[in-house]
């Protein structure tokens, strides 16, 4: 059983890093934020809730994320562990957890500097069939404004990616989820990475931090 939760600012990489992971360590990723997205284009009871929150940059009540979180780890996928990316995000989240018997093996806080952070939200693009995620500088699609995974087209910019919904969310992150950082540095798992340079340079950062 391996349990990894990957922490960072709006942009620092986690869902690219998360994807590496996923493919070392054969667990699933369980990104929140993926999670309610999918709950508010599904139009469901949840989705319709998270909704106002997340058009607005602000974090979704702990009660939503928490249920959502506690039906997702018992799917037959995680049996042997997962990697939590954008969970928890406040110390009542993170309380959840213990209630629920969730130890955490290794926290990875992915380090960027703000300017990088805004450079990397506003040029990315996904696809809006299969999620791949893209970067209009970094990591461009072969094709222009077409997926390599599944050839859909146009590519996708994510609402809450505008200049003023980025800057609400690196103020969330600043309030209620970088106390984290000392939070688990003080349980002793966790680890930190400098986020900036090739993404394939960072797994292997990863994980020569993680031992493996
Ligand atoms: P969420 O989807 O979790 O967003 P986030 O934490 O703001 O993180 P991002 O997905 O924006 O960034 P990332 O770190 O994954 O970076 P990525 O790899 O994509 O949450 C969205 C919203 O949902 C929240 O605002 C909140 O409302 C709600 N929510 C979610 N979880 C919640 C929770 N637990 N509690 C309450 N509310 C919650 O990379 C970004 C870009 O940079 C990409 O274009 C990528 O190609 C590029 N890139 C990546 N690595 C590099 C690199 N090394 N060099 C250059 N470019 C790079």
Do not use: W
Request: net charge neutral.
């Amino acid at each position: 059983m391996k349990r990894l939760m990957m922490l960072g600012p709006p942009g620092a990489g986690k869902g690219t890093q998360a994807q590496k992971l996923v493919e070392a360590f054969e667990i699933p990723q369980i990104s929140t934020g993926d999670l309610l997205r999918a709950a508010k284009r599904n139009g469901t009871e949840l989705g319709k809730q998270a909704a106002p929150f997340m058009d607005n940059g602000k974090l979704v009540p702990d009660a939503l994320v928490i249920g959502m979180v506690k039906e997702r780890i018992t799917l037959p996928d995680a049996k042997n562990g997962y990697i939590f990316d954008g969970f928890p995000r406040t110390r009542t989240q993170s309380e959840a957890l213990d209630e629920m018997d969730v130890v955490l093996d290794h926290v990875i806080s992915i380090e960027v500097s703000e300017p990088e952070l805004i450079r990397r939200l506003a040029g990315r693009r996904s696809c809006k069939e299969c999620k791949a995620v893209y970067h209009l500088e970094f990591a461009p699609p072969t094709k222009a404004d077409t997926c390599d995974k599944c050839g859909c087209s146009p590519l996708i910019q994510r609402s809450d990616d505008q200049p003023a919904k980025i800057k609400q969310r690196l103020i969330e992150y600043a309030a209620e989820t970088s106390p984290l950082i000392e939070f688990y540095q003080g349980k002793g798992i966790l680890v930190q990475i400098d986020g900036e340079g090739d993404p394939k340079e960072i797994k292997k950062r990863i994980q020569s931090a993680l031992g493996t």
